[in-house]
């Protein structure tokens, strides 16, 4: 579809539903259409079944329109979140419906059947690390009153196409792409590294503190290296519901000087710029975009082979591969970075290159433009 085609005087107006926005990389994904996607072609409003969020309230802040339906989804039936969400559909009266996640992408399609939108798309981020008949059952009905499912890995694809069942030609797998901000030409980064505390080798990790993201791995290879990089420090910035176990581990370990917890942070470019190697230990994954954020600014990657990573990075070229709840393997890669300063220049200036030629925002945003014009179109002919 050429996305370049005349469309209606009125912008497309698509409406992207989320349960809540915290500082994730569907999150992310979701900011970067309502800012990236041209307001002349679409206009691009997002809700939320509860809060906001703080990536919600940012967007706010840019002028982007937010609104929140303030729910509680363990507190509210499934009957009211549907009813809610059908009286939300019909007040903005959307082209496009744009889910994210599971339980916007039930309550959302479940809502809009018999509304007659136009177009009706589903996106799911994760691969499936606990398979939940009643979920697979839901998606499997679901996904037949849906245009598509996007994915962003070829394990989530055969995930949906295995328990779900969703009919290949529903499936579209997009290629992702990241919003890189310039540098600060007012800061140096050395000036970064001073107002963070850090004067030697610096490794660090951007996730939630969740399981999927295996941060207890990342400890353990830390703790093996400690002896041997004297002057060590490891940022991690995220938080999550794992975040007092971790802080208790470091403790445990004795890495209490060396590993800090940063938190939610909105300056990761800043944070990124300070770091020597950026590590992702994940043990599963679907695609993580703060790898392609890492790489973009010129950071060398070591990440277990997890999700899409592979085909991101090459191992030895752009980054290291390891595998996954391997800390000694991790702590080896970690070692010959720190001892290669070459070699960490080499990759990082690889790994921009690839961003820079794959995984750009312009071509991310260019695929959900044909989708929704397509959708449109479409429906506009019925």
Not at 175 to 193: A, K
Not at 275 to 281: E, G, H, K, R, S
């Amino acid at each position: 579809m050429n996305i370049m085609a005349p469309v209606p005087k009125t912008p497309i107006k698509v409406l992207q539903l989320l349960v809540t926005m915290p500082v994730g990389g569907a999150e992310i994904m979701v900011a970067d259409i309502a800012t990236g996607l041209d307001p002349g072609r679409f206009e691009v409003v997002t809700a939320c079944l509860g809060e906001p969020g703080p990536m919600g309230e940012e967007l706010r802040c840019r002028g982007k329109r937010v609104v929140s339906l303030g729910l509680d989804l363990k507190r509210t039936s499934t009957f009211s979140l549907v009813r809610r969400v059908r009286e939300l559909l019909k007040e903005i009266r959307p082209d496009i419906l744009h889910t994210h996640l599971y339980h916007a992408n039930l309550y959302g399609r479940l809502a809009a059947l018999g509304l007659g939108l136009p177009g009706v798309v589903a996106t799911v981020h994760n691969i499936y690390s606990r398979v939940k008949w009643h979920r697979c059952l839901a998606n499997y009905l679901l996904a037949r009153v849906s245009d598509y499912v996007l994915v962003f890995s070829p394990q989530v694809r055969d995930d949906v196409f295995r328990f779900d069942r969703v009919p290949a030609a529903r499936l579209k797998m997009l290629t992702p792409g990241v919003r890189l901000e310039e540098p600060n030409p007012g800061e140096t980064r050395e000036e970064i590294r001073s107002r963070l505390g850090i004067s030697g080798f610096c490794v660090g990790n951007v996730a939630r503190l969740e399981e999927q993201k295996g941060h207890e791995d990342l400890l353990a290879a830390v703790s093996k290296v400690r002896g041997e990089i004297p002057d060590l420090t490891v940022l991690l910035v995220g938080d999550g519901s794992r975040g007092a176990r971790l802080r208790a581990l470091t403790q445990d370990l004795g890495l209490g000087q060396v590993v800090r917890f940063l938190g939610v942070r909105r300056d990761i470019p800043r944070i990124l710029q300070a770091l020597d190697v950026f590590l992702m230990p994940s043990r599963w994954e679907g695609i993580p975009l703060t790898i392609l954020e890492a790489m973009g600014y010129g950071l060398p990657v070591i990440s277990t082979m997890v999700g899409r990573v592979p085909e991101i990075i090459q191992d030895g070229v752009n980054g290291r591969l390891t595998p996954v709840a391997d800390p000694e393997a991790l702590a080896r890669a970690i070692l010959e970075l720190y001892r290669e300063p070459g070699k960490r220049r080499q990759w990082g200036e690889q790994a921009r290159r690839t961003v820079q030629e794959k995984y750009t925002l312009k071509h991310f945003l260019e695929q959900f433009a044909a989708i929704y014009l397509e959708l449109y179109e479409k429906g506009r002919g019925h």
